[in-house]
């Protein structure tokens, strides 16, 4: 039965505790506000000045061998 919009429906709204909810909204909306930081920043300066990295490329700090 899970083709059911029913079904569906009951099965989207897992339920998580509070915090974690509000964690997750949070990461979310200081991620937003760095990548607009980020666009505003490439908009108003001299092209090419400021590279686009790739998120994962930015976690990493070192390369350890």
């Known amino acids: 039965h899970q083709h059911l919009p029913e079904?569906?429906?009951i099965k989207a709204h897992t339920?998580?505790?509070k915090r974690v909810l509000k964690?997750?909204?949070v990461k979310k909306t200081v991620r937003g506000?760095?990548?607009k930081r980020e666009k505003n920043r490439r908009?108003?300066?001299a092209p090419g000045a400021v590279p686009?990295?790739?998120?994962?490329?930015k976690q990493v700090?070192?390369?350890?061998e």
Do not use: E, G, N
Not at 52 to 57: A, D, E, G
């Open 7 to 9: 079904v569906r429906r």
């Open 15 to 17: 339920h998580l505790p």
């Open 23 to 25: 964690a997750a909204l």
């Open 33 to 35: 506000t760095q990548q």
């Open 43 to 45: 908009a108003h300066s």
């Open 52 to 57: 686009k990295v790739q998120r994962k490329k």
């Open 61 to 64: 700090w070192s390369v350890q």
